[in-house]
């Protein structure tokens, strides 16, 4: 009797234990397209809520055009868990935030006008992700 007492303590605290190990932190995959010169490059993420500037996460890319910044018509998350919460912040225009996330909205386009591609100064934005629960 007090063997098996012994073995469900044992096995309490083992389950308890599992439970208390944290998950790993989700990556997070964004794709950024400039559909006027047909180039794409993409830069993956933590998705622990940390504001990373897309400046830093593309320089050197296909996108980036150097003196002038990056630039790109479209954006993708291409690796993405489904709980996903992702924002694409302007930092010179506060009121300019494209929602992004792993369900509903995966792809955007960054001009608002899908009818043509118009290229938009990336280097004031900042790109963050959240695992929402």
């Known amino acids: 009797m007090q063997f098996t007492t012994t073995l469900a303590a044992a096995v309490l605290a083992f389950t308890t234990g ?16 400039n559909d006027k010169s047909g180039a794409n490059a993409e830069a993956t993420i933590p998705a622990d809520g ?37 924002q694409l912040v302007n930092l010179n225009v506060p009121s ?17 006008d899908n009818t043509q591609p118009i290229e938009k100064w990336l280097n004031g934005f900042t790109f963050h992700c959240e695992k929402a629960f």
């Not at 897309?54 to 296909?62: E, N, P």
């Not at 300019?96 to 001009?111: E, Q, S």
């Open 96 to 112: 300019w935030i494209i929602d992004l996330d792993g369900r509903a909205k995966n792809f955007v386009d960054l001009d608002g």
């Open 18 to 33: 599992i439970n208390a190990i944290p998950s790993p932190i989700p990556q997070v995959t964004l794709k950024i397209f």
């Open 50 to 86: 940390t504001p990373y500037h897309i400046s830093d996460l593309f320089a050197g890319s296909a996108i980036d055009s150097g003196a002038n910044g990056i630039f790109g018509t479209s954006a993708l998350l291409t690796h993405f868990q489904d709980t996903t919460k992702c």
